[in-house]
């Protein structure tokens, strides 16, 4: 059940956010003076910074996000070790928190149970005897969260009907994350594909198939993954809003992909009868549909019993953990250890049973004043996008109505919701194992995602994020922008810092969502959240001709020796970024007309501003995961959100005095100017 559209400030993390720390405030003394800002700002920012965090062995990428995290998951351990230590009452909140957190923490019966606990669902899949079980079988399990179906199916906005959800139909979700690992022939990809054969076999081996079984079903699973990603769509092509967007009547969907059993899927998920449903992507789509017909039985049952394994192997034994890990995160991310139990036991909790954790997060550690101050500081961001939309030469007077139209219409969410996730038919039974109590998470979740979006109109009001997280996000079919409590503390929102940090840092965050209306994805849906044209045809035009310059300028950007960032995959993001710094350096110009701020530690404000931006992007990444990240993730590394972001930004240069034989400038006629 996932959400595909909501665009957040980085991919998400597991990670929450708990208190305040010194260190995670702005301060100059993190900067390294010795490099000079016009050849690495990014250094100059922020190098003591990363030089003062290395990476230790199970950190991929540590930086600010992950740091906050990390001192953060500290102390919602400490809440929860509570909960878990004392008796709460059966059926509390309390209860069910504290008890999840105890099975995870059990690592003697864990390991007792070994994979006892998915037993009954792989005897399950290996007693299917014809095509039609399998889809019954299938079905049952993706109710549980488990893909054996392959395709997505899930009720979300209508992209042409905004005020109601539909169905959605999207296609396959890769194990290893992205169809370039199936199908590239490099040295590197062909490695990578090594490590995860041997993973599937693994798999297979620790539920007892002879070694000869387990490398017969592997091969299996990988050939039918390849099937998949051979006709799935390109994260580029996912990007195209029109291309990824099919609706049906339900009888021409039976019609059009006869193959597949859309009744008996809709059935054993729990959905009501429906009228319509939008296939995002129909070639893959018409793939799972062939495989499901053609591929032998025996084939398929192994792709399901593999998924059923690889789901559950995070909360089976040490042993599953163990080869999940070695492929997950070592091969494929580059972490040398993984992250000691605790910490997973949390991130598990919150997985579970997240707007429950957050509700206690948001009692006891977010001050409403914050929610004040965010308030006033969107409203003043708002009010300078709107006035450069105003003075932009290059649009007409027709397109910037509607653009200020649909400005002035954002939904705007800081904090945590207005009313709580009801958790109260949700048990958590000490009796049962972990992985039992987690598959009935996951029905319950099936179950309350579908009564609340099948057939019905789409609630504004639902929060996409859970209020501890550590992001923000832009969703285009409610027009809303969301800032969670977990991103209103230092080194992004600190309320003790003076404009410049602050705007600098939240205010290009603000910025950035607000930005995400009008990027190359956002401009395309309109004010209501439909996905409607309401730019004339020259202007459009013009957009187009001035996004192609970010696009390119960011293709030329060389990652690591060879391999080069993708700027289609990233442009949406990359506006974002621009779009976010603009606003927030005219809303922060803005305020301090009124409230003049001097200079400090031999900075001046307009100064202190970029490197608070700098500051926020610190972080330290292997090259396994910037690797990864270059297929996977449409976010410029944080590196680049700085190095690349803000040449181009005229505000800079008149900042710090860049010149023509500085390394980071470009040329005013060649710098992006979009909004
Ligand atoms: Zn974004």
Redesign the pocket.
Known sequence: MKLKKI????LLLPCMAYGQDEESRFSTKYMDTKAKPGTDFYRYACGKWLDTHPLTAEHSRYGQFNHLSEQNARQVRQLIENLAANPQEPGSLAQKIGTLYQLAMDSTRLNAESYTPIKPLLQQINQISTRRGYMLIASQLMRRGINAVMFSLYFDADLKDATRYIAQVYQPSLTMGDRDYYLSNDEHTLNIRKAYKDYVTELFLLVGNTPQEAEEKSAAVIQIETQLAQANYSRTKLRDVEANYHKYTFEALQNEYSEIDWSTCLLQLGAPAITEVSVAQPEPIHQVGKLLTQEPLDNLKAYAEYKVIDNAASSLSDDFRAAQFQFYNKTLSGAQQDRPRWKRAVSLVDDAMGMAVGRMYVEKYFPETSKQRMLQLVENLRAALAQRITSLQWMSEETKKQALQKLSTFYVKIGYPDTWKDYSNRHIDPALSLYENLSRVAQFETADHILRRANQNVDRAEWLMTPQTIN???NPTTNEICFPAGILQPPFFDPTADDAVNYGAIGVIIG??MT?GFDDQGAQFDKAGNLSNWWTPADKDKFQQRTQVMEDYFNKIEVLPGMYANGKLTL??NI??NGGLNVAYQAFTEAIKSKPLEQKDGFTPQQRFFLSYGFIWAGNIRDEQLRQYNKLD??SPGRWRVNGALPHIDAWYKAFNIRKNDKLYVPKNKRVQVW
């Open positions: 665009l957040p400030i980085l923000a996000y832009y950035h969502e995400h949406g993001e974002a970024d449409p976010h």
